[in-house]
């Protein structure tokens, strides 16, 4: 049987939930339901809110376009939360979207721009970036909710990492040939610390930013190959090899 239910929808809602409660829907809620999806009357629908689990409701329409939910029954308890923090610099629209549903995707329990030397530019817009975050919980079975924090400048964010937390730097100049191998020297696999990746812009850090990166101690650099990646792909790429190594997909 598979692990999660992918035939009912999931909506990620704001509310408390428990058993019994009836939760009015919002009208974008209802018409994405009723007239989208064109569920009725008793169909199931998985509700979350990053706090309660995962809890199963049916549909009670309330009018022609409009439906409220009645949670019936809790089918996943709320998991710990994930310390994997994923540090970027901010990409161009498209590709920033990208990035963050995948960030979500692959384990980020926070995902923090950060602004760089080379970053394209300072403005970047948070609520989408946690709308896109919730898209991506909705779609793939995910209950937690990733914290997203405010656009920082390089030093402030390096500052911010607690000491015992595991920085994993993506440098195309690193001279590491076998990244596995780095990791697993940098701690212990079988006890692995709390984590952070970060991710620079399309033109790489300056040479100053990588002697402020390298100077943090607790801090691997690693090298993702012969192939220069895009920012979003170099996202899917370390935080696929940092989960196999030392995270949840060990």
């Known amino acids: 049987m598979a692990a999660y239910d992918f035939t009912a929808p999931r909506l990620h809602v704001e509310a408390e939930l428990r058993q019994g409660l009836v939760l009015p829907l ?89 602004f760089t030397r080379y970053t ?57 040939s076998d990244p596995v191998m780095a990791l697993r020297a940098a701690c212990n696999p079988a006890a692995p610390p709390p984590l952070a990746v970060l991710v620079g812009p399309e033109g790489g850090f300056a040479p100053e930013e990588r002697e402020q990166v390298a100077a943090r101690p607790n801090t691997v650099a690693l090298s993702l190959g012969p192939r220069i990646l895009r920012a979003d792909t170099a996202a899917v790429a370390v935080l696929a090899l940092v989960q196999a190594v030392l995270g949840d997909a060990r």
């Open 120 to 176: 394209q530019g300072e403005r970047i817009k948070l609520d989408r970036l946690r709308a896109n975050a919730i898209e991506a919980a909705e779609q793939c079975g995910i209950l937690a909710i990733p914290e997203i924090a405010e656009l920082t400048r390089l030093p402030a964010a390096l500052d911010a990492l607690e000491p015992e937390r595991l920085l994993v730097f993506c440098d195309e100049d690193a001279s590491v």
């Open 26 to 114: 919002e009208r974008a809620q209802s018409g994405y339901l009723l007239t989208v999806l064109r569920k009725g009357e008793g169909d199931s629908v998985l509700l979350f809110n990053g706090r309660d689990g995962e809890w199963r409701a049916e549909i009670c329409p309330s009018g022609r376009k409009s439906a409220d939910l009645r949670l019936v029954e809790q089918t996943r308890p709320q998991p710990a939360p994930l310390d994997l923090h994923y540090l970027f610099a901010p990409l161009k629209t498209g590709r920033l979207d990208y990035m963050a549903q995948k960030a979500v995707e692959m384990g980020a329990g926070l995902i923090r721009p950060v």
